[in-house]
């Protein structure tokens, strides 16, 4: 499986981007049994975990997103997304998606998000 990240882009603070994750060629049964995260990495810091959609549907954020960001999954286009609101200055990172099942992950390119003041 291959994952392709889009959607990055610069953004004023209060604006919104929605980012994707595609996985062209995954069959419907294998994109429904891995769970879908989002994570970032900012400069400096270490890469953390901001959203996840597990194979039941429960999602779950960092909580400096939360009320802010939805992590969804388009089922038709084999797409997880991750829309972001009300963006802030502490939100620019490099965004990377994630698909785990069982002991296998994999991991999209990063997409660059960043916010201006």
Known sequence: VQLQA???????????LR?????????????NSN???WYRQ???KQRELVAVIATSGI???????KGRFTISKD???????????NL?????????CNAKRGQTT????GTQVTVSS
């Open 106 to 109: 994999v991991w999209g390119q």
């Open 42 to 44: 900012a400069p400096g």
């Open 88 to 96: 802030k200055p502490d939100d620019t990172a490099v965004y990377y």
């Open 59 to 65: 999602t779950d954020y960092l909580d400096s997103v």
């Open 6 to 16: 889009s959607g990055g882009g610069l953004v004023q603070a209060g604006g919104s």
């Open 19 to 31: 980012l994707s994750c595609a996985a062209p060629g995954i069959i419907t049964s294998v994109f």
């Open 35 to 37: 769970d879908w995260s």
């Open 75 to 85: 089922y038709a286009r084999k797409t997880v997304r991750l829309q972001m609101n």
